[in-house]
């Protein structure tokens, strides 16, 4: 049965691989639907940022969610590590959230425990931090209370790979991870932090 919004185009694939087919449309569904478990501290919505170019590999898979704490607020201070590499100022894992009504902090993404790299390879190239963590502040008010949205980018020839032990696992396969934040100050988008993670 064709199905619209899929990767995975049903010209690509003969009647004798309708079986391949289903199953790759599986891996998709669950990846379109399945937050990837560095959320699972949060409460999710799809969430869609227009106007908002993503890096990547330029795969068509990107999936966002906005989270909210399970207090219910949705406001936050981005919490993680400032460093220089190659002379590019950036904001790396481990991050948090830190609620702006509760105060409760919880976990988002760490580059050594998610995504494909850790999970397949048991380790990641991406740079991470150390030692106490330190909000992120808008570059235009200083503000530092924001929306939080975190976009994951899952590749095709993953899903495709996605069989034996990785089935089911697929949403945690991502291989690009963003968050980008809605500045509760000035209403500018906040380009957090960016990970390749594969």
Known sequence: MPDADSIFDDDDFDDEDAEVLARLRAAERRVRTTPPRCLSGFTTRPSSLKGVRFDGHGEPLNVVYQVACACG??????LGHRVTIDGY???????????????????????AEHGYDPEVCGHSYAARGTGPREPFACGHCRGE???AHARFEHSSETLEDSTGEFTGREHDLFTWFTLVGECRGCGGVLEVADFECA
């Open 73 to 78: 607020h949705d406001a936050f201070r981005a």
């Open 89 to 111: 100022n950036a904001f790396v894992s481990p991050l948090a959230l830190e609620c702006a009504a509760c105060g409760k902090v919880t976990e988002l993404f760490d580059a």
């Open 145 to 147: 209370v924001m929306t």
